[in-house]
């Protein structure tokens, strides 16, 4: 409660005034002595007249939520979590107001609230706040520790014992530290009082930031009840079918005190508890399991894998080891690499062919991967061969591998006329052998095929470095740029090589050939062939022919390995391959670091079973997508993610660092990493000298235009001066994000969770349960005044396709108009209740039912949820603010039926005339030549086909989610209006059942 009192004791303080002339004025804002009034200095004004009464006063709002911030020529410069705003009067005036600091902003609007709630026995209740359930609490754990009499105090190893137990992260060395100079200063050596006890534990185990929440959740209170908790879960923490007796569970679970248990309630230390659970866990734990569809094709899946997986350090004289297969299987890799050469003995062998790293034996490689190949992981393993035996000892490879791994072998024969691979579910406890094969025409025991060899192509390149550099091996990195550049890889030369019959018969889906080109391939490539790309290559393609490269992956493999110039076994960022749909770029292990990273990180998704299903508009036979897009994806709707970095907690000194001594000077990175249009990063503030508990309080908003394939990256640094460095990191996949207050736990650059380190944060995404504050206005109405954008259909230059594509033209526009006109009121709704675009509607709704009080505490504005769509009605005469929330909540509910109403018959029809055009696909290369189209005018319109066919299944798709989108809505605002007492008695009101599905539609039909 200190910090309450701080609220109360201070002088006062200087806070920005923002006019809606955009003026900004610096003025000194205090509380009268008398706790009834809000006074601001100096002021033109007579002093009667600047100030406002604590009891005209309805909203205390945080955020820039008023009219006057949003139409400010100052709004992009001031912080959102510094501004807020007094609401007052009968007509709703507001007083807008920026701190300068967040910290300040929540002082003034906690303790401004608090009076609100308290009036002038605020203070009074404050000082009686030793009675508080928390130190009642602290009490009976002091006493517990007390052998005898508490008052003789208890020895300073349980008093440290006892703190370290409610904060694991805090040291022994700074709890003993602190305990020893509150005795310095009472003489006081040999035990710790119960005042020094409790005075130690408010310092290392009391979270402001938490506190501040508590308080705006509680109603003021210092713990919250049920009502308060279910509150909460619902509308920060996006949770579903949420009841009373789900918080008590929660509080049951989470509350350390007896009494708070009995009583239902959780205070600030079990609210702690709470918020630094699994529970609160970043990243959601649907995601724990299994949760995409695995019955589609292999290719359709980016697949975790792993090159020259036998190497734990570099490429050209680093030690081999059976380690790195079972690391590997154990992270969820389920494609490794074995490089076979002729061995002693007649048994083979593998290593890096012409490098100095030591072999392995073939047959402890093979029994490693029969051992863990389904450890993490009940999906097909595939094993990548590259032989270099001579026929003799591919026979011993054969029976090595039909004995080590017998009937997880897959051995049957591609189906004939197949058009896709078998899905790894038909797959499950599999392992494929990826290799060279032998046509069926071939007699004989063996025939000759080209020899695959990364290995000699690494050599040769080192033999260019070195002739050119003096031959330091070192250069050869910072050199192969250069000469990668100058030479391609399918410029070396391939020698041929015999391959034994029974060798190239257990090689079944994943053949490997040569690629030609994109057109080569469409023609005559088999869905089980499979194509190899060097990553230069790889880039190439992406660069040059991003539409095709997507295509090609629909129904093909591609793997693409490292440059061999990597000799540091240094990674290639693994996103410029994924945005072109490969699904299998090989990454080195063994090499901890930003794509490390992010490639644990992506497949740490889908219960870490390493498989990742691919964006669907790369799945989808006809679809357009260019992995090189820098705006918008056609029939995709982008997302707008909210991300406030709250505070850290515990965070180390970074390794190897001694320059400043136990000082740490934190701040944080938030990255997006995706396609071109969505890579960006914003950076917060540093605080200096704490690694303990740092409040930053920074709040970052991102457009997402391709939300499947994004990950978002928190990494946290220390300032320095001689060069800021790494204390730590979390990546997640964007699609994995739990909206709410979460806690993300920091790993170190191996990958590894640092004990105790974590940053709060609060996040929230559009189009998912949960909400929060915008860093700037991106969905504001104020777009649709500028003029709605329809996205257009391509012409194709072929009559009869073209004549069926204008057919669509007004049905899109319409659906466009649909959506937009319901998404638009639902915006100028949120504005007018005080909340930002990113809020849900139960905020939304919560938020107004705290500024609708009319005499005698009535309210003003009642929902009655007897029909279909809650209607809300006014109780009396209202004022003008208030009116317009009444008319632009019926727009909303009109905007809303209309969807409902109409959307199925548009969506119908949209998909009605996709069906007619893709009557055209098989003979449209045809139909183009004999309209006269040649050469690249055929390839444009092959492409505008895909893209209008995109256009059509996406708007479609837009359609139904915005219907479903509907039905959240009213959800939520049904619910929102009984948790905050805001309905209409009567018989008939329940809760709407938790998830939106053919029952809520039901219910909203009765």
């Not at 002093?47 to 709002?61: M, N, Y």
């Not at 440290?160 to 003993?176: A, Y």
């Not at 220390?718 to 790993?747: A, S």
């Not at 996205?791 to 230059?797: H, K, P």
């Amino acid at each position: 409660m200190a910090l309450l009192l701080s609220c109360f004791q201070v002088e006062g303080s200087e806070l920005k005034k923002i006019r809606p002339n955009s003026r900004v004025y610096h003025r000194y804002y205090l509380l009268d002595a008398g706790l009834q009034a809000l006074c601001w200095e100096p002021s033109k004004k007579e002093s009667d007249k600047a100030r406002i009464f604590l009891d005209s006063i309805r909203e205390v709002r945080t955020g820039r939520n008023t009219e006057t911030f949003r139409t400010s020529g100052v709004y992009e410069q001031i912080s959102e979590d510094c501004a807020f705003s007094i609401i007052f009067g009968d007509v709703y005036e507001s007083l807008d107001l920026v701190a300068n600091s967040a910290e300040v902003a929540n002082i003034w609007v906690t303790g401004l609230r608090y009076l609100l709630q308290y009036g002038k026995h605020a203070l009074d209740m404050l000082a009686n706040s030793q009675d508080s359930l928390r130190l009642r609490w602290l009490e009976q754990l002091f006493s517990s520790a007390a052998r005898f009499d508490p008052e003789e105090g208890i020895p300073l190893h349980s008093a440290v014992k006892l703190i370290r137990g409610v904060n694991p992260g805090v040291s022994t060395d700074k709890v003993e530290r602190r305990f020893k100079e509150l005795q310095r200063k009472t003489e006081r050596k040999e035990r710790i009082s119960k005042k020094e006890f409790t005075e130690v534990f408010h310092d290392f185990c009391t979270r402001p930031e938490i506190y501040f929440l508590l308080v705006q959740f509680s109603s003021n209170k210092e713990y919250l009840d049920a009502k308060d908790l279910m509150r909460f879960l619902e509308a920060e923490q996006g949770m579903a079918q949420v009841s009373e007796e789900t918080s008590l569970k929660f509080i049951q679970t989470h509350e350390p005190s007896e009494e708070g248990r009995q009583q239902g309630h959780l205070s600030l230390d079990g609210f702690t508890s709470y918020l630094t659970s699994g529970e609160c866990h970043l990243f959601d734990r649907e995601h724990d399991r299994v949760c995409q569809d695995m019955s589609q094709p292999l290719s359709h899946y980016y697949i975790n894998s792993s090159h020259n997986t036998y190497l734990i350090e570099d490429q050209f004289r680093g030690p081999s080891d059976v380690s790195g297969y079972i690391r590997a299987l154990k992270m969820g890799c389920r494609c490794v690499e074995v490089d076979v050469w002729d061995g002693a003995d007649e048994e083979p062998i593998v290593c890096t062919g012409r490098t100095l790293s030591p072999p392995l034996a073939l047959r402890s490689v093979l029994e490693a991967i029969g051992r863990f190949a389904f450890v993490a992981s009940e999906y097909p393993v595939i094993v990548c061969l590259e032989n270099h035996c001579s026929l003799q000892q591919q026979k011993v490879l054969v029976q090595l591998l039909t004995r080590i791994l017998g009937e997880w072998l897959y051995r049957n024969p591609p189906e004939e006329g197949a058009t896709y691979l078998p899905s790894p579910h038909d797959l499950k406890h599999r392992i494929l052998l990826k290799g060279k094969s032998l046509g069926p025409s071939t007699d004989g025991e063996g025939g000759e095929v080209s020899e695959e060899d990364e290995g000699a192509e690494m050599c040769q390149k080192m033999k260019a470095v070195k002739s050119s550099s003096g031959g330091i091996e070192k250069d050869a990195v910072q050199k192969g740029v250069s000469f990668t550049a100058q030479s391609s890889p399918s410029h070396l030369a391939c020698k041929p090589f015999l391959l034994f019959r029974g060798l190239s018969d257990l090689v079944t889906l994943c053949h490997s050939v040569c690629f030609i080109d994109f057109q080569t391939s469409s023609k005559s490539q088999n869905p089980w062939e499979m194509c190899s790309f060097h990553e230069s290559v790889a880039l190439g393609l992406a660069s040059e022919s991003p539409g095709d490269y997507v295509n090609h992956n629909k129904r093909f493999l591609s793997r693409v390995y490292p440059n061999p110039m990597r000799i540091d076994s240094s990674n290639m960022n693994p996103q410029d391959l994924w945005k072109c749909g490969c699904q299998i770029v090989s990454m080195n292990f063994q090499t901890a670091g930003l794509m490390m990273d992010l490639n644990t990180a992506w497949f740490r998704q889908n219960g870490n079973c390493g498989y990742v299903l691919r964006p669907a508009i790369m799945r989808q036979e006809v679809s357009y997508f260019s992995a090189d897009t820098k705006g918008s994806v056609p029939g995709v709707s982008p997302q707008l993610l909210h991300v406030k970095v709250i505070s850290g907690q515990n965070l180390p000194k970074p390794k190897g660092s001694g320059a400043k001594g136990n000082v740490v000077d934190p701040y944080v990175y938030v990255e997006i990493h995706g396609i071109p249009a969505d890579c960006t990063e914003r950076r917060t503030r540093t605080v200096t000298q704490n690694g303990d508990n740092p409040i930053f309080d920074e709040s970052f908003e991102f457009q997402i235009n391709l939300p499947e394939l994004a990950m978002v990256r928190f990494v946290v640094l220390d300032d320095d001066f001689i060069g800021d460095e790494f204390i730590g990191q979390y990546t997640i996949p964007l699609e994995c994000l739990q909206p709410g207050y979460r806690h993300v736990p920091l790993q170190c650059l191996t990958g590894e969770d640092l004990p105790h380190a974590k940053l709060f944060v609060h996040v929230a995404l559009t189009n998912r349960r949960g909400g929060g504050k915008p860093h700037k206005r991106g969905l504001s109405v104020r777009k649709a005044r500028r003029g709605r954008e329809y996205t257009a259909l391509r012409n194709l230059g072929v009559r009869a396709v073209d004549e069926v594509f204008k057919m669509a033209t007004p049905f899109l526009r319409e659906a466009t108009d649909l959506r937009g006109n319901m998404q638009n009121s639902v915006a100028v709704f949120k504005e007018l209740c005080g909340v930002s675009a990113v809020a849900n509607l139960m905020q939304c709704v919560l938020a107004l039912s705290s500024s609708v009080s009319g005499p005698e505490g009535t309210s003003l504005l009642l929902f009655n949820l007897k029909d279909s769509y809650p209607i809300l009605e006014p109780q009396g005469l209202l004022p003008d603010v208030l009116r317009r929330v009444v008319a632009t909540y019926e727009t909303m509910v009109d905007a809303s039926k209309a969807v409902m109403e109409l959307s199925d018959g548009i969506y119908d029809k949209i998909l009605h005339i996709q069906a007619m055009a893709m009557e055209f696909h098989e003979n449209l290369q045809t139909q183009a030549m004999k309209e006269g189209l040649k050469g690249p005018k055929i390839s444009r319109a092959l492409e505008s086909f895909s893209w209008n066919i995109t256009i059509l299944k996406g708007q479609a798709d837009l359609l139904q989610r915005a219907k479903a989108e509907v039905l959240e809505n009213m959800k939520q605002v049904h619910d929102a209006a009984l948790t905050g007492n805001l309905t209409k008695e009567g018989e008939g009101v329940r809760r709407v059942p938790g998830t939106v599905d053919e029952n809520t539609v039901q219910y909203f039909n009765m």
